[in-house]
């Protein structure tokens, strides 16, 4: 993608993984905390978190969150029935996506784990 705006720095990290801890509201709230504290970055919001459990979507269960940060936030997304995560970081501010991903792994006992950065 054309940098169209070079005077900000922008980076963006998906990372996607199978994990193999319980997950509830009150576990996506501390890792939304956690995360940021992890990164540095400085809170605008405490973590929202949200799910479509109540829609009865067949594959669209689990729990998720945002946090918005000084320098942009970050969200997770989970689907319990396949034990699979989605966390997305945008930042203004440069962190290394390994560690990232590495803490990410940790927290929720991952098996497997994948990330990528976008421009």
Not at 1 to 17: D, G, L, S
Not at 49 to 59: A, V
Not at 70 to 97: Q, R
Request: aromatic share 16%; net charge positive; hydrophobic share 40%.
């Amino acid at each position: 993608m054309k940098n169209i705006e070079p005077r900000i720095f922008r980076q963006r990290v998906t990372i996607e993984a199978k994990y193999q801890i319980k997950v509830s509201e009150v576990i996506i709230r501390k890792f939304l905390r956690e995360l940021t504290a992890f990164l540095g970055m400085r809170p605008l919001t405490k973590p929202f978190i949200f799910s479509p459990n109540k829609t009865k979507h067949p594959i669209h269960h689990g729990i998720a969150g945002f946090v918005g940060w000084a320098e942009s936030g970050g969200s997770i997304y989970t689907w319990d029935k396949f034990n699979f995560l989605t966390v997305e970081i945008y930042t203004c501010k440069k962190f290394n996506a390994k560690k990232a991903a590495d803490f990410v792994s940790e927290f929720f006992s991952c098996k497997e784990i994948v990330f990528s950065e976008g421009k």
